[in-house]
């Protein structure tokens, strides 16, 4: 291919990797001692998901996992960035099932045997069902009950596996799923989503030293980070003051109120004023956020689009938003209902995200610059959801889903020259699956799944991606053989 991103220089240790999440692909829902997960239980909610559909069967990655790792080889991947299930973990938040281990432990097995790393995420947003019946995260003894689970895992894997990523956007576990209601549990609480950003903040802090000390003790390597997904907000008018509050406010709540607990060991004091009386400061025990602060080894950054924002209200004739049904629900944004999200007039994918590569070299230039102990960066998801055609050959030609990745990757080309410690990439997603409240009307892997069948066939986007890593890997070698 002749993209940008074919002539540029990789360093040689550089990641390719892609990711998904256990609710989305795995199925077998009530098998393998697998008890109900939020999302399970969520999607049995009437028109809470598009198309009444539900994670049961999902794309059968459960029985067909060695098929979908020898796709992984076959395309060239560095890593395969997975997470586990905790309602398949410790199913009913109870006892540890030795059988939803075994199954994790046969991937992890897999992956070594065909030269993947592997990168697991401890939680991407399938909390079993009977511990949200007690709270959810909304209860702070839900921090240490994940610590618990995080042992569990790492007792089995541990010897195997040394990146491992706490949390996966936490601001859609919190904010989406408990103020929003669009994600599950589909609550519209902001109390509850606040306590559950600080709850989840705790736990992580908590695992993070819990995992670090089990690894020092066995004398085992480890690499420990969380995955954020971050934005930029960027004001409809610069110049106008109403737009640059509304920018510093989703500023605020979409990046600030996760990365400086984490980093900084603080809550922004502009967001504690924002959201004042919802109480998120009363959760904040003595040594909380000394807790939450352990040093990190990564931070993940999972990025799809960045944010025009105003504080004005849209015009008239606006297009209403995207949504995946008539469910009712509020903003995600607590104190902060009123921020609209004017049109830049920018290609859309077809989730209504607006597309713009360069926000991603803004954004990973900006941590660097703003947080002086900012750990290396990996974009961890990156992708875009387009309406596949099947062709008469069978193939996909996705060239909308192609140009965005390549596109993207080269921004964080442009990001590495002027700075940025980016060292790795994930494609989301490896796979075509359970869309959360979307089901399964929208596709974002660059492997097409057929629905009915479970056939896996690799999009163009997929064959460019394979290509892309194979030639940074040959340039690679060249330059260090030259060099």
């Known amino acids: ?10 360093p040689a240790d550089f990641i390719w990797g892609s990711a998904t999440a256990a609710a989305q692909i795995e199925g077998a829902a009530h098998e393998g001692g697998k008890e109900d997960s939020i999302w399970d239980a969520f999607a049995r909610v009437p028109g809470a998901i598009a198309g009444g559909d539900t994670p049961d069967r999902a794309v059968d990655h459960y029985r067909r996992m060695p098929e979908d790792v ?54 991407h947003w399938d909390l079993p069902q009977a511990l949200q019946e007690q709270g959810g995260w909304a209860n702070r003894d839900t921090a240490f009950r994940f610590v618990e689970y995080a042992e569990a895992v790492y007792d089995v894997l541990g010897d195997r596996v040394t990146h491992w990523t706490t949390f996966n ?48 003790a066995a004398g085992r390597d480890i690499r420990l980070g969380i995955t954020l997904n971050l934005t930029n907000a960027v004001p409809n008018d610069a110049a106008d003051p109403v737009d640059l509050e509304a920018a510093r406010r989703i500023d605020a709540l979409w990046n600030r109120m996760y990365l400086e607990p984490l980093l900084l060991g603080a809550y922004p ?14 959760r904040v025990l ?40 008539d469910r009712p629900g509020r903003s995600p944004f607590p104190g902060s209902e009123h921020v609209s999200t004017p049109s830049r007039g920018l290609p859309r ?19 660097g610059a703003e947080y002086p102990n900012l750990p290396p960066l990996y974009v961890t998801e990156n992708g875009a959801a ?47 699956n359970f869309e959360w409240a979307w089901g399964y009307e929208k596709r974002f892997g660059i492997v097409r799944v057929d629905y009915d069948t ?30």
């Not at 960045?306 to 995207?322: E, K």
């Not at 994918?349 to 941590?367: A, C, F, K």
């Open 70 to 123: 020898a796709l992984m080889r076959s395309l060239g991947l560095d890593s395969y960035r997975f997470s586990t299930s905790w309602a398949r973990v410790v199913p009913g938040g109870r006892a540890v099932n030795r059988e939803g281990l075994d199954f994790y432990s046969r991937l992890v097995d897999e992956l070594l045997g065909a030269g993947i790393l592997p990168w697991l995420t401890l939680y």
């Open 286 to 325: 003595p040594g909380d956020l000394e807790q939450i602060a352990q040093p990190i080894d990564f931070l993940g950054v999972n990025h799809y689009h960045d944010d025009n924002v105003s504080g004005h209200p849209l015009p008239a004739d606006a297009a209403p938003s995207l949504r995946p049904t």
């Open 269 to 282: 004091a502009d967001l504690l004023a924002d959201v004042r009386e919802f109480g998120l400061d009363s």
């Open 386 to 432: 387009y309406d596949d055609v099947v062709s008469a050959d069978g193939a996909v030609h996705d060239a909308e889903r192609t140009a965005y990745v390549l596109d993207h990757v080269d921004a964080i080309a442009d990001a590495i020259e002027q700075g940025a410690d980016v060292r790795g990439y994930f494609v989301w997603s490896l796979l075509d």
């Open 349 to 367: 994918t077809s989730m209504d995200w607006e597309v713009n590569p360069g926000g991603l070299t803004r954004l990973l230039v900006r941590l």
């Open 169 to 216: 956007e936490p601001l859609c576990s919190s904010l989406i799923g408990y103020v929003g209601g669009e994600h599950a549990p589909g609550l519209n609480d902001p109390e509850a989503g606040l306590a559950a950003v600080h709850h989840q903040h705790l736990a992580h802090g908590l695992a993070v030293e819990r995992l670090r000390g089990l690894a020092d």
């Open 1 to 10: 291919m002749n993209h940008p991103s074919f002539r540029r220089d990789w």
């Open 454 to 483: 479970f056939e896996r066939t690799p999009k163009d986007s997929a064959h460019a991606f394979s290509s892309l890593i194979a030639r940074s890997k040959t340039h690679a070698a060249t330059t260090t053989i030259v060099g």
